[in-house]
């Protein structure tokens, strides 16, 4: 029976059909989605630390209504896809705790510090960028909710990335001493947003089960690759360079060849040793711990008015 | 039927190194604010559509975290929430049998019908 179902649920990812919440599917598909799709919330809830620590920065009310309004998709996104990982099942409170006791891990990438202002040109541009690579694709993936979740996600990223590409134009426009601050955030960024698509394929043959699963399409390599290609070309638009003495056209591939990555510092930074992981988990913890009582509060409001109402009626 | 995962993903670092390997999909937290499902109407003269769900302790505070989450592009000038739990919903497994018999009365369509090409306006 098992493997009826089995058959029929390959059939539909084969077709294109999408699966939704209520429809059967392997217990394995339901957990790969519902660490995927967690994780990718965490990301974007905890993404909005590095940025909202410029926020009374911001040199402009321009860019601080900007950053706000980024900086709130950000939330926004989160909540889109924690929405979606509920309908496999598993409740909001409890991926917060997965969260907070670091069983579920978020992108690295938020766990190096933004120490300029052209770290938020930086993180618009690369960050951001790197995320849409990967994002627009997830906006056919096989499961309904995340799909969808993922199309609302990319409609709003755009600006995102746009609004990056140009504070580092304005820099580059700018003084000297603008002009370094901006190629400095870039040298210290772009290591880690090529780490962002994650590591390296692996030729295992259980690869072929998950693409079978059609949860993500392209191969890690394959999207870092295109990344690289974009940006070796939209870094020229800015007058900068991007800090890898590899990176050269390769005409024969029709790509660009790039230097090695640290895997060790990836993994350093995945399993909590990056710079600002305890900083990022504390502020995360925090804001749980002190909003307690207003949840508590807010529903004890909301059973007492609904009692009322019910004594009324 | 169980499948071994080791392909990695943006986001995912696999599940020997951190991933939340053993998923528990019990309900247990009693303290957390109900699930809502929200629909909105993108504009007068529509149909409310459903875009997604939130937590809220009660219905107007639904509606406001649906109007910060799912309405900040201007995407809509009316929003319904309902509780999550009110929503009954047809059983997949079932579809065949609920929807198949309409498969075999295509005389339900206009284009069923063969008329002459003299006669205009139908």
Known sequence: ?313 | MSFQLHKLYYGDYGESKNGAADISTQQTNKAEWPLWEVFIRSKQGLDHKHVGSLHAADAAMAIENARDVYTRRMEGVSIWVVESKHIHASNPDEAEALYDPANDKAYRHPTFYDLPDEVKYM
């Open chain 1, 1 to 313: 029976m098992e493997q009826d179902f089995e058959k029929i649920f390959q059939d539909k990812v084969d077709r294109e059909i999408r699966i939704e919440p209520k429809d059967w599917m392997p217990e394995k598909y339901r957990q790969t989605l519902i660490r995927q799709i967690s994780q990718h919330a965490h990301s974007e809830i905890i993404g909005m630390l590095p940025e909202g620590n410029w926020i009374t920065r911001a040199p402009s009310l321009r860019r601080k209504a900007i950053l706000l309004a980024k900086v709130q998709d950000e939330a926004g996104h989160g909540l889109y896809l924690y929405s979606a990982a509920e309908t496999l099942g598993i409740t909001r409170d409890q991926m917060y705790e997965q969260l907070h006791t670091g069983k579920a891990k978020y992108s690295s990438i938020f766990n190096y510090p933004t120490l300029s202002w052209a770290d938020m040109g930086v993180i618009g541009w690369l960050v951001d960028g790197a995320a849409i690579m990967n994002q627009v694709p997830l906006c056919r993936t096989s499961f309904g909710p995340y799909a969808r979740a993922m199309v609302r996600v990319c409609k709003e990223e755009s600006f995102h990335q746009r609004q990056g590409f140009e504070i580092l134009y304005v820099l580059s426009k700018g003084t000297e001493a603008q002009r370094r601050m901006a190629q400095d955030a870039i040298n210290r960024w772009w290591w880690p947003s090529l780490m962002m698509f994650g590591p390296k394929d692996d030729e295992s043959p259980n690869t072929i089960q998950s693409m079978k699963w059609k949860i993500k399409r392209f191969s890690n390599d394959e999207l870092r690759q295109k990344f690289v290609d974009v940006c070796a070309e939209q870094v020229k638009v800015l007058g900068f360079t991007l800090p890898d003495k590899d990176l050269k056209w390769n005409e024969e591939r029709g790509h660009y060849d790039f230097g090695e990555i640290n895997w060790d510092e990836f993994w350093q930074v995945v399993q909590g040793n990056g710079p600002c992981n305890k900083e990022r988990l504390d502020a995360r913890k925090k804001a749980w711990e002190e909003g307690a009582w207003v949840r508590d509060a807010a529903l004890a409001y909301a059973n007492k008015k609904a009692k009322q109402k019910q004594a009324a009626a």
